[in-house]
């Protein structure tokens, strides 16, 4: 249960003349981003314009999203299924490790460690269990060394003969990733979470 965030894709520019054909034949290479054909001073132009649509006001923007989906199980199967840290690789598909700091029963204060695959690059954000009431709710905040400063909630409510999920985040990016504009991050996060939930929904309800 917890937030990711997007890498910045790889990005090849080149320059066009009247004829069509690159105007330039500079070439940059740094960290794994290859620029063709455009010298540096056309990018420390246009690059802070670009920047700047991630952030409102000086700030980096704030995502927000929350989604919820059904699932014909009972409150307590969902709830003991998803709190097991063993199994989330089944229905977090970007999942790589994950881990719980002490293992066992989690509590409030309890730690999970988590490594993810996001848009090709491998990302590392800690948690720690601020709320936990049973079959209910979870709160998890971001530890310091993560990616993103983060909080997630994941609710649980009985209804008809199922059980509604409903899973919310709120977070500002770190690092590179606070370059990334808001509306790609946002995009980013409800694809996941949607992937998330519907992959939950499809093994649990196999195994009913």
């Known amino acids: 249960m917890q937030a990711q965030l997007p890498r910045l894709g790889r990005a ?17 290479q740094s960290n794994g981003y290859k620029v063709v054909g455009r010298p540096p001073l056309y990018y420390a132009r246009v690059v802070p314009a670009i920047l700047a649509q991630s952030t409102t006001g000086g700030q980096v923007a704030t995502v ?33 490790d994950a881990e719980q700091e002490p293992p066992g029963a989690a509590a409030v204060g309890t730690r999970r460690h988590y490594v993810t695959d996001f848009m090709g690059r491998p990302m590392k954000n800690s948690y720690e ?31 008809g003969t199922g059980t509604r999920v409903t899973m919310s985040v709120e977070g500002k990016p ?14 980013a996060f409800r694809d996941q979470m949607k992937k ?13």
């Open 12 to 28: 090849s520019h080149a320059g066009r003349g009247k004829s069509g054909e690159a105007s330039s034949s500079y070439v940059s």
């Open 196 to 208: 998330s939930l519907s992959l939950l929904k499809q093994r649990l309800e196999s195994e009913a």
């Open 174 to 187: 770190k690092g590179v990733s606070r370059f990334v504009p808001g509306a790609v991050l946002e995009a």
């Open 64 to 96: 927000r999203h929350s989604d919820s989906i059904f699932i014909q199980r009972a409150v307590a199967d969902v709830f003991a299924y998803m709190d097991d840290v063993r199994l989330e690789h089944e229905w977090q598909p970007n999942l790589r």
């Open 129 to 159: 269990v601020k709320t936990y009431e049973r079959n209910q709710r979870v709160v998890l905040e971001s530890m310091p060394d993560s990616t993103v400063t983060a909080t997630n909630e994941v609710l649980w409510a009985s209804e």
